[in-house]
T-cell receptor, first 115, second 115 residues
Framework: DSGVTQTPKHLITATGQRVTLRCSPR?????VYWYQQSLDQGLQFLIQ???????AKGNILERFSAQQFPDLHSELNLSSLELGDSALYFC??????????????FGNGTRLTVT | AQSVTQLGSHVSVSEGALVLLRCNYS??????LFWYVQYPNQGLQLLLK??????LVKGINGFEAEFKKSETSFHLTKPSAHMSDAAEYFC?????????????FGQGTILTVHP
């Protein structure tokens, strides 16, 4: 058990809809990362938050957004969903305060299916 | 820009045989290199990492990898395969520092272990 909790585990929705994925990092971790794993693109970095602030952006679509709340949990919002957004979305956490080189701990992912 | 190439999307070995999973990277700065393992329906688990220092890195479950700058490689090995090693393995690279957790992954190698 990595200590990173993602909910829900599975999500099935229709094209054009909006969903919210939730991540609770390991206790004490300040950084949260979101990754997308799809058959076409493999594992891709989407976005990172550190202690509530956006730290880095990757290949995240404009239809997607994220935030990290004061209690350090994070949400990834996906809107105007398309069939191609079907994927496994991972959250990872790291960095107890001050530790840039702390390893990432991954949750078990949320599997999103868009029909 | 950084990239990772994993040679061989599928590798099959017999139990007790040597495991060799190949990874080559491209990076314009000194790379931080990682191997992760993913079991079915689970998140990614860190096997080992190279940041600086000793080029032969030992990880969990008997795995090790050697950073060879001249060959831009970071191949993963295990002397004797066990049935429990069957999983998908991902090589990843990052720039380190504040970009430490912004990983670029290879496409993955599925390891099958035959009795």
């Amino acid at each position: 058990d990595s200590g990173v909790t993602q909910t829900p585990k599975h999500l099935i929705t229709a094209t054009g809809q909006r969903v919210t994925l939730r991540c609770s990092p390991r206790s004490g971790d300040l950084s949260v990362y979101w990754y997308q794993q799809s058959l076409d693109q493999g594992l891709q970095f989407l976005i990172q938050y550190y202690n509530g602030e956006e730290r880095a952006k990757g290949n995240i679509l404009e239809r997607f957004s994220a935030q990290q709340f004061p209690d350090l949990h994070s949400e990834l919002n996906l809107s105007s969903l398309e069939l191609g957004d079907s994927a496994l979305y991972f959250c990872a956490s790291s960095a107890p305060a001050g530790g840039y080189n702390s390893p990432l701990h991954f949750g078990n992912g949320t599997r999103l299916t868009v029909t | 820009a950084q990239s990772v190439t994993q040679l061989g999307s599928h590798v099959s070995v017999s139990e007790g045989a040597l495991v060799l999973l190949r990874c080559n990277y491209s990076s314009s700065v000194p790379p931080y290199l990682f191997w992760y393992v993913q079991y079915p329906n689970q998140g990614l688990q860190l096997l080992l990492k190279y940041t600086t220092g000793a080029t032969l890195v030992k990880g969990i479950n008997g795995f090790e990898a050697e950073f060879k700058k001249s060959e831009t490689s970071f191949h993963l090995t295990k002397p004797s395969a066990h049935m429990s090693d069957a999983a998908e393995y991902f090589c990843a690279v990052s720039r380190g520092g504040t970009s430490y957790g912004k990983l670029t992954f290879g496409q993955g190698t599925i390891l099958t272990v035959h009795p």
